[in-house]
């Protein structure tokens, strides 16, 4: 399967020419099965969403949307994203349970007045807005989606493991590694032939990492090796975070990678092709 990254950005958007080329767009990753011509899976719905217009073209989405969870990083897109706006797009969005609420009244605590104009329900296009649970997801053919909980301050959240034609993807990219990893995260990424993960936080930043519920980068590579991934891409960048400081972890990167894992620096509008024998980004521009 090819992974677009349509947004890796976490918090909030980070404009300006200092964040260009590794992007200001938040939380999105769109999944094209091998053969097919566009997306039918996408992960997380931050402002990078607004990329999946480019991806579609004239065409409406149709197709599944999972939210890791309810925090405005991920999901600011769905109301301004034209290919899900419109009256031919078939939308399966897909809320983690919690609090006993029903997924439009979850999404409805941000996405409704006086915060915002409109509820879900005032999209165009079929909706089907409902709850997702831990376990096995029904997806759009090709794909298998299995869904667990995972550490992260601020409501529920959680992670996914896909598998399409023989390759797997885990994405967590909002995740606390102040300790030892769940053994729900731990299987979710077990073997995976690419990991997102997050990297909120730089080398040794323990201190902001664990007021938010985040991952150092050092977190992540650990995270990865415990779970035999082979390839680490990192993503949920601060917003404070210019390209001139993600070059330099990126060369430090290069200097610490060691047991055969390859790791880099996610960048917006990278497309990575998820196979056996490879899992490597080709950048955009």
Same mark, same amino acid.
Request: charged content about 30%; hydrophobic content about 35%; glycine content about 12%.
């Given at each position: 399967m090819n992974v677009h990254l349509l947004g890796v950005r976490g918090s909030?958007? &980070?404009? #300006?020419e200092r964040f260009a080329r590794y992007g200001g767009h938040t939380s999105c990753v769109a999944l094209t099965a091998a053969g097919e011509p566009s997306p039918a899976l996408v992960l997380d719905a931050g402002t990078g969403l607004r990329n999946l217009d480019e991806l579609l073209g004239p065409a409406p989405f149709q197709g599944t949307i999972l939210l890791t969870h309810l925090h405005w990083d991920h999901t600011q897109g769905l109301p301004f994203t +034209?290919?899900? /706006?419109?009256? /031919? &797009? +078939?939308?399966d969005l897909r809320v983690p349970a919690q609090g006993g609420r029903g997924a439009a009244s979850l999404l409805a605590r941000s996405m409704s007045p006086p915060s915002f104009p409109i509820e879900i329900s005032g999209l165009r296009g079929h909706w089907n807005t409902r709850l997702a649970r831990p376990g096995r997801l029904t997806a759009p053919p090709r794909f298998t989606v299995t869904a667990a909980e995972v550490p992260h301050k601020g409501g529920r959240t959680f992670g996914y493991r896909v598998s399409a034609d023989g390759a797997s993807l885990a994405y967590l990219p909002d995740h606390a590694l102040a300790g030892r990893p769940t053994? &729900?995260?731990l299987a979710l990424a077990d073997g995976a032939d690419?990991?997102?993960?997050d990297a909120s936080? #730089?080398?040794?930043?323990?201190t902001a990492a664990d007021a938010y519920g985040h991952s150092t980068i050092d977190d992540a590579i650990r995270f990865a090796r415990a779970c035999r991934v082979r390839a680490l891409v990192l993503i949920h960048h601060s917003p404070g975070r210019t390209d001139a400081d993600l070059d330099a972890l990126a060369a430090r990167l290069? &200097?610490?990678?060691? /047991?055969?894992?390859?790791?880099?620096?996610? +960048?917006?509008?990278?497309?990575?092709r998820c196979d056996q024998p490879a899992a490597a980004p080709v950048h955009a521009g």
């Open positions: 909030t958007p &980070a404009p #300006g +034209r290919c899900l /706006d419109r009256p /031919d &797009a +078939r939308v053994r &729900a995260a690419l990991l997102l993960h936080n #730089g080398f040794g930043e323990r290069t &200097a610490e990678d060691a /047991d055969g894992l390859t790791v880099s620096l996610g +960048r917006e509008g990278d497309v990575i």
